[in-house]
């Protein structure tokens, strides 16, 4: 059997009908090995390599290897979200690489911003707006190198295109595909007819 859920799909020639009772088992294993591949991908990122990715790429690992990420409805019918005990992407997103790792990633940040509160603490708005705000930035962010080096010409995420003008961040330019101009004259040769 192909090792990814990827390979899962593009082999479908090759699959064998489960036993009987194993059907949400290999299902549980082939979301596992999507959002372990997505996870993979954070790893590799910019963001990945910092002690914050790090510690990212940490946190969803375990979950995931938890079954504690899935596809599905979300608590308020947003992007994704944590509710203390599993991260959840919208059912939208299946699929659909670019946005199912930014809301990892923006999840992530939750998931570690509440595991460092002392259990009887509530946040304050102010600590709630301000996690928000670093959850959106590294999303953002992650958003940004995947548009730019893994995705380039994939359709733009309007959400995370609003993100990035937030935090200021933008795409390189595409190069232009004028001729540059030359800096020299060409030469000129006088041909003697009478020769």
Same mark, same amino acid.
């Given at each position: 059997?192909?090792?990814?859920?990827? $390979? !899962? @799909?593009?082999?479908?020639?090759?699959?064998?009908?489960?036993?009987?009772?194993?059907?949400?088992?290999? $299902?549980? %294993?082939?979301? #596992? =090995?999507?959002?372990?591949?997505?996870? *993979?991908?954070?790893?590799?990122?910019?963001?990945?390599?910092?002690?914050?990715? #790090?510690?990212?790429? #940490?946190?969803? @690992? +375990?979950?995931?290897? $938890?079954?504690?990420?899935?596809?599905?409805?979300?608590?308020?019918?947003?992007?994704?979200?944590?509710?203390?005990?599993? !991260?959840?992407? &919208?059912?939208?997103?299946?699929? +659909? !690489?670019?946005?199912?790792?930014?809301?990892?990633?923006?999840? =992530?940040?939750?998931?570690? =911003?509440?595991?460092?509160?002392?259990?009887?603490?509530?946040?304050?708005? $102010? /600590?709630?707006?301000?996690?928000? +705000?670093?959850?959106? @930035?590294?999303?953002?962010?992650?958003?940004?190198?995947?548009?730019?080096?893994?995705?380039?010409? *994939? *359709?733009? %995420?309007? /959400?995370?295109?609003?993100?990035? @003008? &937030?935090?200021?961040?933008? #795409?390189? =330019?595409?190069?232009?595909?004028?001729?540059?101009?030359?800096?020299? +004259?060409?030469?000129? !040769?006088?041909?003697?007819?009478?020769?």
């Amino acid at each position: 059997m192909p090792s990814s859920p990827h $390979a !899962i @799909r593009k082999h479908r020639t090759h699959w064998k009908e489960p036993a009987m009772g194993t059907e949400q088992a290999i $299902a549980d %294993d082939a979301m #596992k =090995a999507m959002f372990g591949d997505d996870i *993979a991908k954070i790893q590799t990122s910019p963001l990945g390599q910092t002690p914050r990715g #790090k510690e990212i790429v #940490k946190v969803l @690992r +375990k979950l995931n290897d $938890a079954g504690r990420i899935a596809y599905g409805g979300t608590l308020e019918g947003g992007r994704a979200d944590w509710d203390g005990s599993y !991260i959840r992407i &919208n059912s939208d997103f299946i699929g +659909k !690489i670019i946005q199912t790792t930014g809301e990892l990633v923006h999840e =992530a940040v939750h998931v570690l =911003a509440r595991q460092k509160l002392p259990a009887h603490r509530k946040q304050t708005p $102010a /600590e709630i707006q301000k996690e928000e +705000k670093e959850a959106e @930035r590294a999303q953002a962010e992650m958003y940004l190198w995947l548009m730019t080096t893994q995705f380039k010409g *994939a *359709a733009e %995420d309007p /959400e995370m295109e609003r993100r990035l @003008r &937030n935090f200021g961040l933008v #795409k390189p =330019a595409a190069p232009s595909h004028k001729p540059r101009p030359t800096t020299h +004259k060409p030469k000129v !040769i006088w041909v003697n007819p009478a020769r």
